[in-house]
């Protein structure tokens, strides 16, 4: 019996020593540039480290996935503790992730 190694992916090429600079901002820049309509949709993106990155795509399996690991946090916390399924999480100063879920200290109103 006889196994065939897979062939490595080539990693994606880096951008050429040319291609632009990048800005890195702020959470309180980016919920500014997000509340005043500047992009066509701000649904699309969340902030990393500064920068402004595209989501991932969801998909059926993603969807069930996410809820059902939501509805067995939220049926198991303690009180004073929240679960929130793709809420912003804002980390100062630099981040403002959406996550599948976060586990969070608080009432729902704190955020």
Do not use: C
Request: proline share 11%; hydrophobic share 35%.
């Amino acid at each position: 019996m006889a196994t065939i190694a897979p062939t490595r992916r080539k990693s994606a090429t880096p951008p050429p020593s040319s291609a632009l600079p990048l800005h890195r901002i702020t959470v309180d820049e980016y919920e500014r540039i997000i509340a005043s309509g500047a992009l066509e949709d701000p649904s699309r993106v969340e902030l990393i480290d500064g920068y402004m990155v595209d989501k991932m795509a969801k998909n059926p399996e993603h969807s069930f996935s996410a809820t059902a690991t939501h509805q067995a946090f939220a049926e198991r916390l303690p009180a004073g503790w929240l679960a929130r399924k793709e809420e912003p999480v804002r980390i100062p100063a630099y981040n403002e992730p959406e996550p599948d879920i976060a586990v969070v200290r608080g009432r729902n109103a704190d955020y």
